[in-house]
């Protein structure tokens, strides 16, 4: 059953809005979108950055809005939307900033038959709808937002605890040795696995994993499939450091990848892609393929959040330089529910050690262009 909040003013509303996107937007435009009087989705962008020239700007805006509003237009039902800025800039008696751009966005929404209806900015010492002439050159305070009630009428269960990005993305504290432990691990089941897609788990691998079966399982995806049952803060040094020595190779780090994103039978179906792949078959004719770019059915959120939890304490173990293909598996993951802030953070951590690292640029070019997976428009 949904939960229906009724904001009887703007500030009403933007005291919703970052219960909607789950976080505080900073340097943000939202777009909430409606079907009918209800919300039914609010993606979060950045803000471009400013040109050098109005000239620039104006090139810059219209080319930026284009690219975004042709995104809500993939949100089927959608007739409706308010675009709301947070910016750590301020009114400053000007009015409110980014003022062009919102125009930009405004006008391309409404060519694109979408209702406007309203455009707002909560800014660093006011807000203000940029379609209200009356609105005060300074803002309204910010504390009709910080007062407003419309959240009480929500559950403690309803009202979930705002997130904040780098929490979101930070890894778990594990202890010196066990990371020690799992480095040399690493080392001994790189020598023992072979990166080929479809060699059965070495059988000194398999016993060492350690896996709650009385006979540990022979192939990667049932291995893998294992591993996602322990509990992270449980999670044996020798499984961590399977998995990280599996995802060395990239073919394997996306059976691990999407496996864990959506079931077992999907691990195996790219397991065999790989390795058709590897036999000559080009990448996208692979029925896989698909997976990658968010096309195809819903994974489970509640699968992908497990394994968000086990590949960051399996990250936090990793030695640094093993680290980039576990930040870029759960960037994907976070992509894939839609979370593109909070995969941003990883991709910037995998970049930090591997700028070259070959997901970490796909992924880079993916946020880039405000791109998010097709199931994320899909219905229900």
């Known amino acids: 059953m949904s939960t229906v909040v009724t904001a009887a003013n703007a500030a009403d509303f933007l005291a919703v809005v970052p219960h909607l996107v789950g976080f505080e937007p900073r340097d943000s435009i939202v777009f909430v979108a409606f079907r009918g009087r209800r919300t039914c989705a609010a993606l979060r962008f950045d803000l471009p950055q400013k040109a050098a020239s109005d000239d620039a700007g ?32 301020g009114f400053g008696g000007s009015g409110a900033p980014r003022a062009l751009f919102v125009s930009a966005v405004t006008t391309r929404l409404e060519f694109s038959g979408f209702e406007v209806r309203d455009a707002l900015c909560v800014a660093s010492d006011g807000w203000g709808s940029y379609l209200d002439a009356r609105c005060p050159a300074e803002g309204r ?73 009385a006979q540990p399982p022979s192939d990667v995806p049932s291995t893998l499939e294992a591993i996602l049952s322990v509990d992270p803060g449980r999670i044996e040094p020798a499984a961590a450091a399977f998995v990280i020595a599996v995802v060395r190779s990239p073919a394997l780090r996306d059976v691990v990848m999407l496996q864990w994103a959506f079931d077992l039978e999907t691990g195996e179906r790219v397991l065999d892609d790989a390795h058709r792949f590897a036999l ?30 086990l590949l960051k304490t ?35 951590a995998a970049e930090d050690i591997d700028a070259a690292y070959g997901l970490a640029e796909v992924l880079r070019m993916v946020l880039e262009r405000g791109m998010l997976p097709e199931w994320a428009f899909a219905p229900g």
């Open 314 to 348: 399996i990250a936090a173990l990793a030695p640094r330089r093993n680290r980039p293909p576990v930040l870029c598996m759960l960037a994907w993951l976070s992509w894939a529910l839609g979370r593109s802030s909070v995969a941003n953070e990883f991709v910037c």
């Open 58 to 89: 104006r090139r810059l805006h219209k080319r930026v809005a284009t690219t975004l509003v042709g995104t809500i237009s993939k949100l089927p039902g959608v007739d409706a939307v308010v675009p709301v800025v947070f910016t750590d800039e």
């Open 141 to 213: 305070p910010l504390a009709a937002i910080e007062r407003s009630r419309v959240l009480d009428e929500l559950s403690a269960d309803a009202l979930r605890p705002l997130g904040d990005v780098a929490r979101w993305a930070a890894l778990p504290h594990v202890g010196a040795i066990d990371g020690e432990r799992v480095a040399k691990l690493v080392l001994r089941f790189a020598a023992l696995i072979d990166g080929t897609p479809g060699r059965p788990v070495d059988p000194r691998v398999a016993r060492a994993v350690g896996l709650p079966r």
């Open 280 to 309: 000559g078959a080009p990448a996208d004719a692979l029925p896989s393929a698909g997976l990658m770019l968010g096309r195809g059915p819903r994974p489970d959120p509640a699968r992908v959040e497990t394994a968000i939890d």
